[in-house]
């Protein structure tokens, strides 16, 4: 589903060459569910990024489902961020003035499926927040939710779409270790059914959740291993400890 080779980023900043990423190699398969991880300035954000097409590599390739992304028009870009993937970001980015469902709603007022009526628009943001367990607030604006019930709306937005891959930056680097736990939950079930996942966290707890670890130092990979063979022993799931 996803192959990049020799992929390097390099940002200017001032006269000086930061180098983000410096020759990575990667590949990820339909419903694996992956953890990226890694210190602070070590990449794992700007590949992210580059992964979600937010952004564009300085060198290498990027194929996304068979197709070079960079070949791909400022249209179909787009598409590729509405339809294809799936984004849930730390700060959850919700719309302060809007509903839960009216913020779930969005994505497909931004789709090619322009045929959709208000009506089958508005079921179908209404199932996506059952389905994160928000049928029940689907009327409240964010100031009236906590942490947790933000993020299963930034899930139910995310997921609004069928997207083939659910990208998640730090999903949970906001949330106390019980709300961890129950959007962790919401993952878990969501790679059951079928869903690929790539998760960005710096946390060995949440990565514990994930098949596989891919971490990152200085824009390069460290080590990319089943979970079960990444510092083995180590990891206590969040809401699993004995």
């Known amino acids: 589903m996803i192959r990049i080779r020799g992929l390097r980023k390099i940002y200017r900043v001032g006269t000086e060459a930061v180098h983000a990423l410096r020759g990575v190699d990667l590949d990820i398969s339909a419903n694996e569910m992956v953890a990226i991880m890694g210190s602070s300035g070590s990449g794992k954000s700007t590949m992210m990024n580059i992964l979600g097409c937010l952004d564009t590599p300085t ?9 070079a992304v960079s070949q791909m028009g400022a249209d179909e870009l787009a598409h590729v961020r509405n339809e294809k993937i799936g984004f849930v970001f730390q700060s959850f980015e919700l719309l302060p003035r809007q509903t839960a469902l009216a913020n779930v709603e969005l994505p497909l007022v931004y ?9 089958e628009r508005r079921e179908r ?14 009327d409240h604006r964010p100031n009236q939710l906590s942490g947790g ?3 299963r709306v930034a899930i139910a937005r995310a997921i609004l779409n069928n997207p083939s891959i ?12 019980a709300t961890t736990a129950e959007i962790l939950s919401i993952f878990r079930q969501l790679h059951a059914e079928g ?23 200085d824009g390069r990979i460290l080590s990319d291993l089943p979970i079960a063979e990444d ?8 809401g699993q400890a004995a």
């Not at 869903?195 to 130092?217: F, G, W």
Request: hydrophobic fraction near 35%; aromatic fraction near 4%; include cysteine.
């Open 195 to 217: 869903q690929t996942i790539l998760m960005v966290t710096h946390e060995n707890d949440v990565a514990a959740h994930c098949q596989r670890v891919v971490r990152l130092r």
């Open 111 to 119: 789709s090619r499926q322009a045929s959709l009526t208000w009506r």
């Open 59 to 67: 060198h290498g390739t990027y194929e996304l489902d068979g197709r």
């Open 166 to 177: 659910l990208m998640a930056d730090e999903p949970t680097g906001n949330l106390d270790s």
């Open 149 to 151: 019930q933000k993020q």
């Open 231 to 238: 510092e083995a022993g180590k990891y206590v799931p969040a």
């Open 125 to 138: 943001a209404e199932r996506s927040l059952r389905r994160v367990g928000l049928g029940s607030r689907m």
